[in-house]
């Protein structure tokens, strides 16, 4: 309740982590949570929170570093425009944003991060899974200004190859987990766009046995879990090509005992390994 927010300001003001996932509490109530200034982690996923949190929030958590508002359908353009705008005390130290299932759209990312991107310079890792309105019609055209992104997120979105072709060099985490509009051309040249990218899910993507020769070489992990074209002549492609590789997710595909037995010679030093027959 309010009553409840107001006895937390009180009585722990200097309060740095607090969740409130799945909590009933109104947009206005959770406005109130700006009297916690010295809050670093915020969790608020599938609450109420919408524009009038945000525009509260946005004036006195200058020290916040981490904020989830996974699966907050009223957080909309103009209440991520608060958040992460030019004229919010958040973006400079935020390191993590979850912004996962929320009715953020392709334009008013493009738009925030076009006036921003330079002001969230600490931005390590940026979640949009599940983000039905992020498309390829330039929202994410300014991802080169996140200087230190490492993770971006997009699994289950309507992306395409044109979306993606703006990687920041920073990159070591990419999820395109049923992103079904993705093809093979999305890995040409990505190690040269992203060379520090380390960690890939293509998992339950439409992909081509052209994607392995593709794929980058440094690799650690990679899941292509569910991309049900994949055979064992792709095994032994990326045996040869991912020697760096520890963790490999082959989980629905059309891997056969063959394709194991290549595995087991291979040599490589895998710490972890999912499959099924």
Same mark, same amino acid.
Do not use: M
């Given at each position: 309740?309010?009553?409840?927010?107001?006895?937390?300001?009180?009585?722990?003001?200097?309060?740095?982590? =607090?969740? =409130?996932?799945?909590?009933?509490?109104?947009?206005?109530?959770?406005?109130?949570?700006?009297? +916690?200034?010295?809050? *670093?982690?915020?969790?608020?996923?599938?609450?109420?929170?919408?524009? *009038?949190?945000?525009?509260?929030?946005?004036?006195?958590? /200058?020290?916040?570093?981490? =904020?989830?508002?996974? /699966?907050?359908?009223?957080?909309?353009?103009?209440?991520?425009?608060?958040?992460?705008?030019?004229?919010?005390?958040?973006?400079?130290?935020?390191?993590?944003?979850?912004?996962?299932?929320?009715?953020?759209?392709?334009?008013?990312?493009?738009?925030?991060?076009?006036?921003?991107?330079?002001?969230?310079?600490?931005?390590?890792?940026?979640?949009?899974?599940?983000?039905? *309105?992020?498309?390829?019609?330039?929202?994410?055209? #300014?991802?080169?200004?996140?200087?230190? +992104?490492?993770?971006?997120?997009?699994?289950?979105?309507?992306?395409?190859? &044109?979306? +993606?072709?703006?990687?920041?060099?920073?990159?070591?985490? +990419?999820?395109?987990?049923?992103?079904?509009?993705?093809?093979?051309?999305?890995?040409?040249?990505?190690?040269?766009?992203?060379?520090?990218?380390?960690?890939?899910?293509?998992?339950?993507?439409?992909?081509?046995?052209?994607?392995? $020769? #593709?794929?980058? &070489?440094?690799?650690?992990?990679?899941?292509?879990?569910?991309?049900?074209?994949?055979?064992?002549? $792709?095994?032994?492609?990326?045996?040869?090509?991912?020697?760096?590789?520890?963790?490999?997710?082959?989980?629905?595909?059309?891997?056969?005992? &063959?394709?194991? *037995?290549?595995?087991?010679?291979?040599?490589?030093?895998?710490?972890?390994?999912?499959?099924?027959?």
């Amino acid at each position: 309740s309010e009553d409840a927010l107001e006895i937390l300001s009180t009585s722990c003001p200097t309060l740095e982590g =607090l969740s =409130l996932d799945h909590s009933l509490l109104s947009d206005d109530v959770l406005s109130g949570l700006s009297k +916690l200034s010295c809050l *670093r982690v915020l969790s608020l996923s599938r609450t109420d929170a919408s524009y *009038r949190t945000s525009l509260s929030l946005s004036q006195t958590l /200058f020290q916040l570093n981490v =904020l989830d508002l996974s /699966f907050c359908s009223s957080i909309k353009d103009e209440a991520v425009g608060y958040l992460l705008g030019p004229n919010s005390l958040i973006p400079s130290q935020l390191t993590r944003i979850s912004l996962s299932g929320t009715s953020v759209t392709s334009k008013g990312l493009s738009q925030i991060l076009a006036k921003s991107g330079t002001q969230l310079s600490q931005l390590t890792s940026l979640n949009l899974e599940s983000c039905a *309105r992020v498309t390829s019609d330039g929202g994410l055209e #300014h991802l080169t200004n996140l200087s230190c +992104l490492e993770e971006l997120r997009l699994a289950e979105t309507p992306i395409t190859d &044109e979306g +993606l072709c703006a990687l920041p060099s920073s990159l070591r985490v +990419l999820s395109l987990e049923s992103c079904r509009l993705v093809t093979d051309n999305i890995l040409v040249g990505i190690s040269t766009r992203s060379p520090r990218l380390v960690q890939l899910s293509l998992a339950e993507t439409n992909l081509t046995e052209n994607l392995v $020769w #593709h794929l980058p &070489e440094h690799l650690i992990s990679l899941d292509l879990t569910g991309c049900r074209h994949l055979k064992d002549s $792709w095994v032994e492609i990326i045996v040869k090509r991912l020697s760096q590789l520890e963790r490999l997710a082959l989980k629905k595909t059309a891997i056969t005992d &063959e394709g194991l *037995r290549t595995l087991a010679r291979s040599g490589l030093g895998l710490i972890e390994l999912e499959l099924d027959f």
